[in-house]
């Protein structure tokens, strides 16, 4: 079975500063899908970037961008010029390519909490 | 806005009191899904309906049961809660699996469960 680790239960990051958020993860799958969700307090997840296993260029999305590293299993985020608005608990998420076609079943890690320190 | 809506945000219930948590779609998606999410613990997957098409997840318990009655509305039956379900509660909607690569998840606000 797949599993998701986020090791850094909560990081705090300056505003403008940049900030790498940590995630490793298990599968004997050769090709699947990555993301970064966000989930601001109170409100609903967002997807923030997702990276596909046979791609070897890293994701980007405007701040946000990833270092997959697959050999190692790794999947991390970093956010460039930290706001405000960054603050939230940020998941890490698993996906197989293939569930039988029924089903986009996620796997999620535990999460970490950023603060943006103004 | 297209959207993913779950009422009420917030809900109290008395220990062994049936409760109801509801989840509507303006997207059309054709899978919604539930997950139970405890504090400081990922999400986890219940179930999901693929249209009318009902897949429980393995260790879901069976104190948990789920109503679509049509393609817009999802329903969270907790049969008799115990102070272990207390949760948030997320619905989220996805495409027919094939349609596109990724097929996303849009998710609702989630409701919060308190079991007194």
């Known amino acids: 079975a797949q599993t998701v680790t986020q090791s850094q239960p909560e990081m705090s990051v300056q505003e403008a500063e940049t900030v790498t958020l940590s995630c490793t993860y298990d599968?004997?799958?050769?090709?699947?899908?990555l993301f970064w969700y966000k989930q601001p307090p109170s409100r609903q997840m967002i997807l923030v970037i997702r990276?596909?296993?046979?791609?070897?260029q890293n994701a980007t999305e405007n701040r946000f961008s990833v270092n997959f590293q697959k050999a190692a299993k790794s999947f991390s985020l970093k956010i460039s010029d930290s706001q405000l608005g960054d603050a939230a608990m940020y998941f890490c998420?698993?996906?197989?390519?293939?569930?039988?076609?029924?089903?986009?079943?996620?796997?999620f890690g535990t999460g970490t909490l950023l603060a943006v320190q103004p | 806005d297209a959207m993913v809506i779950q009422n009420p945000r917030y809900q109290v219930t008395q220990f062994g009191k049936p409760v109801t948590l509801s989840c509507s779609q303006t997207?059309?998606?054709?899978?919604m899904y539930w997950y139970q999410q405890k504090s400081s613990q990922a999400p986890k997957l219940l179930f999901h309906?693929?249209?009318?098409?009902?897949?429980n997840e393995a260790d879901t318990p069976d104190n948990f049961q789920s109503r679509r009655p049509n393609t817009s509305f999802c329903f969270l039956d907790i049969r008799s809660p115990g102070l272990g379900d207390a949760a948030m509660y997320l619905c989220?909607?996805?495409?027919?699996?094939?349609?596109?690569?990724?097929?996303?998840?849009?998710f609702g606000p989630g409701t919060r469960l308190t079991v007194l």
């Open positions: 989220a909607t996805s495409r027919r699996p094939g349609t596109e690569t990724y097929n996303e998840q849009f």
């Open positions: 599968t004997s799958e050769s090709d699947y899908y």
């Open positions: 990276q596909e296993a046979y791609k070897q």
């Open positions: 998420a698993y996906r197989s390519i293939n569930y039988g076609g029924a089903t986009n079943k996620l796997i």
């Open positions: 997207l059309n998606h054709n899978v």
């Open positions: 309906y693929y249209d009318k098409d009902f897949n």
